[in-house]
Nanobody
Framework: QVQLVESGGGLVQPGGSLNLSCEVS????????IGWFRQAPGKEREGVSC????????YVKESVKGRFTISRDSAKKTVPLQMNNLKLEDPAVYYC?????????????????????WGKGTLVTVSS
């Protein structure tokens, strides 16, 4: 059974950093993609970044490119999302998701396809 558990959310000032983590379990191989998504109050969920666990090829949404970095920690079986220079438009519940169907990361992040497995989310607040 696939399980995803997010951690690392919290309160940070504008310009600050947070490192979210997604603990992944239940996959029998590394041929799956892990994505980070976010949903702010009153807004639709949007994709942030995604990584293919097999070869570490990643995709980052244009709006956070240069500030957010996704990676893979094979030893810990986690997918960190390093968020730097956080802005007032970044607060949201951040969700980790996974899919093994095989669409490219861009298709998930840009909203063409939905991922099958979801965590419960972690809250990120940016406030001065």
């Amino acid at each position: 059974q696939v399980q995803l558990v997010e951690s690392g959310g919290g309160l940070v000032q504008p310009g600050g950093s947070l490192n979210l983590s997604c603990e992944v379990s239940g996959f029998s191989s590394d041929h799956h993609r892990i994505g980070w998504f976010r949903q702010a109050p009153g807004k639709e969920r949007e994709g942030v970044s995604c990584i293919f666990m097999h070869d570490r090829v990643a995709y980052v949404k244009e709006s956070v490119k240069g500030r957010f970095t996704i990676s893979r920690d094979s030893a810990k079986k986690t997918v960190p999302l390093q968020m730097n220079n956080l802005k007032l438009e970044d607060p949201a519940v951040y969700y980790c998701a996974a899919d093994a169907v095989g669409y490219v990361c861009a298709d998930y992040i840009e909203g063409y396809y939905d991922m099958d497995y979801w965590g419960k989310g972690t809250l990120v607040t940016v406030s001065s």
